[in-house]
């Protein structure tokens, strides 16, 4: 079973930089799925950024592309998201989130399977 927590979540000032933590455990993160999402009060859950662990392919958002990096570190089963150039919209609860170990992504909902807890992100101008 795997089993995600994100840490690093905090306020910022607009234009202010932040990263993301997500621990993973309880399974192989070798070839797996990872994936992060937001979700601010009020509004739809949104996809922010995807990565396969295997091949650290990639995918983002229209909104955070050129701002956001996702990443892993495979020795620490940690996955990251660097977020820069913040802005208000950014603010949100983010979550980390997995497919099952073993499967390809095929888009966001590829990586839905496990979901951590959430880390607030807090963005004022």
């Known amino acids: 079973q795997v089993q995600l927590v994100e840490f690093g979540g905090g306020s910022v000032q607009a234009g202010g930089s932040l990263r993301l933590s997500c621990a993973g455990s309880?399974?192989?993160?070798?070839?797996?799925?990872m994936a992060w999402f937001r979700q601010a009060p009020g509004k739809e859950r949104e996809e922010v950024a995807m990565?396969?662990?295997?091949?650290?392919?990639?995918s983002y958002a229209d909104s955070v592309q050129g701002r956001f990096t996702i990443s892993r570190d495979g020795a620490k089963n940690t996955l990251y998201l660097q977020m820069r150039d913040l802005t208000p919209e950014d603010s949100a609860m983010y979550y980390c989130?997995?497919?099952?170990?073993?499967?390809?992504?095929?888009?966001?909902?590829?990586?839905?399977?496990?979901w951590g807890q959430g880390t607030q992100v807090t963005v004022s101008s």
């Open positions: 990565i396969h662990t295997f091949d650290s392919s990639t």
């Open positions: 309880g399974s192989t993160f070798a070839y797996i799925c």
């Open positions: 989130a997995s497919g099952d170990p073993g499967r390809r992504c095929t888009g966001f909902s590829s990586a839905q399977r496990f």
